[in-house]
């Protein structure tokens, strides 16, 4: 799995805010960037922290597929 994937992945999965579970989701679709989201106080400290368990390799790559496969948005 890609960066970007994984961090929307723990970013979703690390919090109860559905704001911060929509950008997650947006992040994972591309609507926007890590940059853009690093911008924004309210998700800042979720994403650092989402970024720092991708560092650390806490991620279950099977648990990032299944998310991706549910939220990930295809265009035809």
Known sequence: MDKVTCI???L????TSQDI???AIQLLNG???IRDL????AIQAPLILAESLYRKN???KLQVQRFAEEFLLLEV
Not at 12 to 15: E, L, M
Not at 38 to 41: L, Q
Request: charge should be positive.
């Open 8 to 10: 929307a992945y723990l």
């Open 31 to 33: 609507d926007v960037s």
């Open 12 to 15: 979703y999965h690390s919090s």
């Open 58 to 60: 806490y991620v279950d």
């Open 21 to 23: 579970r929509e950008k």
């Open 38 to 41: 690093k911008r924004n106080a």
